[in-house]
């Protein structure tokens, strides 16, 4: 199969990462892909890394293309789909806020042979919108089986959710939080991993936390339910800071919990969010669409 991949993102997010992840698992299956992605990003950097074909992203190359399929894994890509596809086209979704109202919105929202939803809620949100169910599949995250944490005494944020919510939680329960600047490095020694987020389509952070066996502290928003079961594999709090702060206590004060939860939590990915199973039904969803 020759799949075309577009991502216009300029960070390395969650979302290229899990673009990254499934180009590369396409490739060592023995299909024909190739990212566009924007012209020194860190993404195409990373897929050139791995050896992954890749170049940058353009209407231009997009429209001389001749793959059987073509995969969008944000809104501008989804946009220079719409516009510029001569094959049939899908969309990953992995953002929980609505879809615009206007008629170009609209328009473009019609023209996937199919949505790929990163979660339950995020499928509701489309149905909600107007997309017909039927076009819509739900392909969870996935993310590599990490080694388990070595232990340590950190409690572990990402940036852009260590806003003053979490900080006030965190001075109530009389903890420092640390940022995490190479998540996948600094959760090898995470005691805790807070996740406060007031709109999150699934949370690919949380994943790679329980992946390392970290316990996790989560808002019960968005599709963030779907990951963790309150009390089993992690705890889902209200956006309060005394509900933040008393979960973060409770982890803290009881080891023996907070060990279960991220043994229960790295069990689950294992199961159920591992990138081979992202990879496979992802391609379940492309014979899908291409009635192969």
């Known amino acids: 199969m020759r799949i075309l991949h577009l991502d216009s993102g300029t960070l390395l ?9 499934l180009v590369e698992g396409l490739a060592a299956a023995g299909h024909d892909v190739t990212l566009l992605a924007p012209k020194g ?5 990373a897929a050139a890394k791995r050896k992954l074909s890749a170049v940058p992203i353009s209407g231009a190359r997009l429209y001389f293309a001749e793959p059987d399929l073509v995969h969008a894994h944000d809104a501008r890509s989804h946009t220079l789909a719409a516009l510029f596809a001569r094959v049939p086209f899908v969309v990953s979704r992995r953002v929980a806020f609505p879809a615009g109202e206007g008629r170009l919105s609209r328009w473009k929202y019609s023209r996937p042979a199919r949505f790929i ?4 809620f995020v499928k509701r949100g489309l149905v909600e919108y107007g997309v ?3 076009r ?3 392909v969870y995250d996935g993310v590599p089986l990490l080694e388990p944490a070595r232990g340590g005494d950190r409690i572990l944020a990402c940036a852009e959710k260590a806003g003053p919510l ?3 939680a965190a001075a109530l329960a009389g903890q420092r939080v640390h940022i995490a600047t190479d998540l996948e490095r600094d959760l090898a020694t995470a005691r805790l991993f807070v996740y406060i987020s007031e709109c999150e389509g699934l949370g690919s952070a949380v994943l790679m936390a329980l992946s390392a066996g970290v316990p996790v502290v989560a808002s019960r928003v968005g599709g963030i339910p779907e990951i ?3 009390g089993r594999t992690g705890l889902l709090v209200d956006n309060t800071p005394a509900a933040i702060a008393s979960a973060m206590r409770r982890m803290l004060d009881d080891p023996e919990f907070a060990a279960a939860c991220g043994e229960r939590g790295r069990q689950l990915v294992k199961e159920k969010f591992s990138v081979a199973a992202m990879v496979q039904n992802t391609l379940r969803v492309y014979r899908q669409v291409l009635k192969c």
Do not use: F, M, N, T
Not at 13 to 21: D, P, T, V
Not at 117 to 120: D, G, K, L, N
């Open 13 to 21: 997010r969650g979302g290229q990462w899990q673009a990254l992840r």
């Open 41 to 45: 990003s860190p993404l195409i950097k």
């Open 117 to 120: 939803a990163v979660s339950e």
């Open 132 to 134: 017909p169910a039927e």
């Open 136 to 138: 819509i599949s739900v």
């Open 166 to 168: 979490l900080a006030e």
């Open 228 to 230: 963790i079961e309150d």
